[in-house]
């Protein structure tokens, strides 16, 4: 018996992260083929339709609002846009959240600002971080300088922020990516796996 779940857990393995990666690329491909594909095969007819080009367009669109915002005209109307939703209660927070997310994740000018860091909270034990940018807020009287630590639970089931003084943080030598792939998993996705 324990041989059999053995096999059905290294089964499991094997096949449930393919299955939800696919699942995910293929929702992914589905909504923007159902939302740029539409009008595109309205617009050339369905003898040079060919299923994908949502796809393409959507990818085309996104490099090129990337061109258009580093621009200086571009970067006003984001600003604006930006500027009008901020004034909506429950929008911004939500916009505001999913931007900061992504100004996170996704590599960009300000790269070197965040920074994976591991912090000794108490005598030989120790949280792995990423730094988001300056504090906040101003906090204590000692008159140091603090930075944003967000501390993701494993399993993404939360996480906590820390104001904390750069003198107590040291940088580890590892990629967002990678930090983030060990924390959320607890370890086990952080390592290499000597069994493969």
Known sequence: ?????????????????????????????????????????????????????????????????????????????????ESMIDRVPVVKSIYGAVRDLLQFAIPGKDEEARRVVAWECKPGVWMVGFVTGPAFVTVGEDGLDRVSVYFPMSYQIGGYTFLLPESELTTLDMTVEDAMKGVLTAGVMGRENPER
């Open 1 to 81: 018996m324990k041989q059999l779940m053995s096999w059905l857990g290294k089964g499991m393995l094997a096949v449930v992260p393919a299955l939800v990666t696919l699942y995910a690329l293929v929702w992914l491909f589905s909504t923007l083929e159902g939302l740029l594909g539409v009008p595109l095969e309205a617009v050339f007819g369905q003898r040079v339709y060919v299923p994908g080009m949502g796809l393409l367009l959507a990818v085309g669109l996104l490099v090129g609002i990337g061109v258009l915002i580093d621009l200086y005209v571009g970067r006003l109307v984001v600003d604006a846009m």
